[in-house]
């Protein structure tokens, strides 16, 4: 305190040039997935799901007198069930940081909301997509190797094959996405694992009951179904006699349904207050 | 530097700010006072974009929060509600944060010690204590080496040690140039602390000054006396039109000045042993404050 006229001096902040964007992002929210166990568990719930289910059917179906009109379906029926556990991958990447407060931390670093959600979903895509397709691929290859000697061999080679193996994990990687849309715009993570089962389980039992005409309307549009005919090298185009899409035009309709959950979330990320 | 023009905030019915205009300057501590439910919270969260105002506008260093260009390189904040997943180590949820903003990974150490939590870094946040969750809210507000800080409520759950260092670090951050605006309840620590204030009522502003001319705005002068023959000074005293009140260890007068009370004991040859001013920044609250205090607890 030498001279009352010593003004303080401006303090200098150091800051690189550009700004804080999606590629920052990517970075954190990459540090971010890997450093909370629910990732570790719902990876491990789907692993037990595709892989272990996928043996128990087919070391079942190994026994039978009669060759399976299509293998494949069966080897693969875990992964009915593994889309739960990476959509609630998907719905807790987001929904545990608003439910833990931990949001607040992250839009104080990066406002930019869309850049936040789209770095999540880069990030929960990427690896979705290659958990997806290293289990489609590692769950074939188990089934074949119980099947060797059965009535009803398959070998990778076989037409079709290898497509529904890209396909199965292409479809994995999108009901995470998905998980990750409810997650954004409902925030709460038991409501949105709760709509997300409801949107794969309970909606296709529902529209199941309904007269038949809309069941035949409706049905090719539900998740559960696009997986059915995902997960299967025999696709006739009717499933249960009921039409549906073709894989591809299945996956793209998901493709569509992620897209505007996860814009939709975006968006109400934007208006909300945190 | 913090500039806020009309801010006004309505939870549905409830109106949390009104029409809020203040400056918070590089160089001092600004503490920001206000009763229980005023709006500090909420105004805070403006500042930082995480509340959307209804009307007015909020500028961090010139620029609204969403568009600067690396936040934390400019704003600290230390939010009340909770803000971290329990489920990370201080290290890793630092680290990423440093990472939304590029900043160097040997910063976390720095600020991790700075906290003084270097030695409990890789614990899960969870097990954390509320003055060690504070202390990772302190270092994530330094983590971009910012030239404004917001702190709401710091010395929440912080020791009596963990207080004092909290004082010396506002004001060193102060005395570089930075901008610290910090809430309080505690009123004897920010008239230590804080050299201007802000002070609100039920979203309103009350004051915006600094401390000595806020607290010499209380028309309340209390005195901690204490002379060597207390009988003749009390009588005196209350004849000379002051009260008194005895709490054993000494006498706390008011409605006399310190000139009357020196006057007084020379006329009546009693010894002075001590004569201090108790015109506190807690009168000067309560005083000012009292007509918008929104939660009165049973007396
Ligand atoms: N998210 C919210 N939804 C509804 N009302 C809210 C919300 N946040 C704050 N409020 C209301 O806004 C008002 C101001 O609250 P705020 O937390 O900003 O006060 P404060 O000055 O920080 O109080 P304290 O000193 O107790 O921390 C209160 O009436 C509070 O109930
Ligand atoms: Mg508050």
């Known amino acids: ?274 | 530097m913090i500039e806020a023009r009309g801010l006004t905030k309505r939870f549905g019915k409830v109106t949390a700010v009104t029409n809020l205009t203040f400056d918070v300057l590089p160089g001092k501590v600004t503490g920001f006072l206000g009763p229980n439910g005023s709006g500090k919270s909420t105004t805070m969260s403006m500042i930082m974009g995480l509340n959307h105002p209804n009307a007015g506008t909020v500028t961090v260093a010139g620029r609204r929060y969403h568009d600067l260009r690396w936040p934390l390189r400019e704003v600290g904040g230390l939010l009340e509600a909770r803000a971290i997943h329990p489920g990370r180590s201080a290290y890793v949820h630092l680290w990423s944060l440093a990472q939304y903003n590029d900043i160097r990974r040997s910063r976390v150490d720095e600020v991790l010690e700075i906290v003084g939590l270097t030695s409990v870094a890789k614990k899960r946040v969870g097990k954390f204590s509320l003055g060690m969750g504070q202390r990772l809210g302190i270092a994530a507000a330094l983590l971009g080496d910012p030239g404004v800080i917001l702190l709401d409520e710091p010395a929440n759950g912080l020791d009596p040690e963990g207080i004092r260092w909290m004082r010396t670090l506002c004001k060193s951050l102060a005395s570089e140039g930075r901008t610290v605006f910090i809430s309080s309840h505690l009123m004897a620590e920010m008239a230590l602390t804080a050299d201007q204030l802000v002070v609100i009522g039920k979203g309103r502003l009350i004051a915006e000054m600094p401390v000595g001319e806020f607290v010499a705005r209380s028309s309340s002068q209390n005195y901690r006396v204490r002379v060597g023959n207390n009988a003749p000074f009390v009588s005196a005293a209350v004849q000379a039109g002051g009260e008194v009140v005895n709490d054993g260890d000494a006498l706390k007068v008011s409605g006399l000045d310190a000139t009357a009370l020196g006057d007084l004991a020379l006329s009546l040859g009693v010894a002075v042993y001590e004569l201090t001013p108790l015109a506190s920044l807690e009168d000067a609250f309560m005083e000012l404050t009292s007509n918008s205090v929104e939660y009165h607890g049973a007396a």
Do not use: C, H
């Open chain 1, 1 to 274: 305190m030498s001279a009352i006229a010593d003004a303080p001096t401006a303090f200098e902040v150091t800051e690189p040039s550009g700004r804080a964007g999606l590629t920052q992002a990517v970075r954190a929210e990459w540090t971010k997935f890997w450093s909370v166990r629910s990732t570790a568990w719902s990876l491990f719930a789907l692993v037990v799901a595709t892989l272990g289910l996928g043996a128990l059917s087919t070391n079942a179906l190994a026994g039978q007198r009669f060759a399976e009109f299509d293998p494949v379906r069966r080897i693969l029926v875990g992964f009915n069930f593994g889309q739960f556990a990476i959509g609630v991958l998907g719905v807790l990447f987001i929904s545990a940081e608003f439910g833990t407060g931990q949001i607040r931390s992250t839009l104080a670093a990066l406002p930019r909301r869309r850049d936040v959600l789209g770095a999540k979903a880069i990030v929960l895509g990427v690896v979705s997509l290659i958990v997806g397709e290293v289990l489609s691929f590692a769950t074939f290859f188990l089934g074949d190797a119980i099947l060797s000697g059965s009535r009803t061999p398959v070998a990778i080679g076989d037409p079709g094959i290898v497509r529904v193996l890209v396909e199965s994990g292409v479809y994995l990687a999108l009901m995470a996405l998905i998980g990750l849309g409810f997650g954004a715009i409902i925030r709460n993570s038991a409501g949105s694992i709760s709509t997300f089962a409801g949107l794969v389980l309970i909606l296709t039992l529902i529209i199941g009951a309904m007269p038949l005409a809309i069941v035949n309307a409706v049905s090719r549009y539900l998740p559960a179904n696009i997986g059915a005919t995902v997960f299967a090298v025999s696709t006739p185009g009717r499933l249960s006699g009921t039409p549906v899409f073709s894989p591809i035009m299945g996956l793209l309709v998901l493709a569509l349904y992620a897209l505007i959950l996860l814009a939709s979330g975006s968006y109400l990320m934007t208006r909300r207050d945190t």
